[in-house]
């Protein structure tokens, strides 16, 4: 898959379970907190969009995990963008940095409210125009 933006981040240890392993539900945590980078990488806002009364929200994921990672464990948080009517498809992909070895991978799907209405943003339509491969 070709990425449009990537961070890097490490695995702290209260992410970890009494396995040993990252949580399941802290990847959703990384892959939200991607977004929010790519967002500012954009020029964007997720709170100044909120003041505007545009909100994008999750609607729908597809999760697939793959090989845990542990603590101490640096990985590398990828994501691509498509666009699907009113959807903006974030397919997102977390790998271990130290061999590149696929551990999570996720199909995010957010609309925006604006207004409380759910609709287009010209805010994100713009600022996403030269990332989107439809």
Same mark, same amino acid.
């Given at each position: 898959?070709?990425?449009?933006? &990537?961070?890097?981040? &490490?695995?702290?240890?209260?992410?970890?379970?009494?396995?040993? !392993?990252?949580?399941? +539900?802290? /990847?959703? #945590?990384?892959?939200?907190?991607?977004? #929010?980078?790519?967002?500012? &990488?954009?020029?964007?806002?997720? +709170?100044?969009?909120?003041?505007?009364?545009?909100? +994008?929200?999750?609607?729908?994921?597809?999760?697939? /995990?793959?090989?845990?990672?542990?603590?101490?464990?640096?990985? !590398?948080?990828?994501? @691509?963008?498509?666009?699907?009517?009113?959807?903006?498809?974030?397919?997102?992909? !977390?790998?271990? =940095?130290?061999?590149?070895?696929?551990?999570?991978?996720?199909? !995010?799907?957010?609309?925006?409210?604006? @207004?409380?209405?759910?609709?287009?943003?010209?805010?994100?339509?713009? =600022?996403?125009?030269?990332?989107?491969?439809?």
């Amino acid at each position: 898959m070709k990425y449009i933006f &990537e961070t890097r981040m &490490e695995v702290r240890d209260y992410e970890c379970d009494i396995e040993g !392993i990252v949580n399941n +539900a802290q /990847y959703v #945590h990384y892959c939200e907190h991607t977004r #929010h980078l790519f967002l500012k &990488e954009c020029g964007l806002s997720f +709170a100044e969009m909120h003041n505007k009364g545009v909100d +994008a929200v999750v609607a729908r994921m597809q999760l697939q /995990y793959k090989v845990p990672l542990r603590p101490d464990d640096e990985f !590398i948080s990828r994501l @691509n963008l498509t666009k699907e009517g009113i959807k903006y498809v974030f397919h997102q992909d !977390i790998y271990r =940095a130290s061999d590149e070895q696929l551990c999570f991978r996720g199909k !995010i799907e957010l609309v925006c409210l604006v @207004n409380g209405r759910l609709g287009n943003s010209e805010d994100y339509d713009a =600022a996403f125009q030269r990332f989107i491969s439809r």
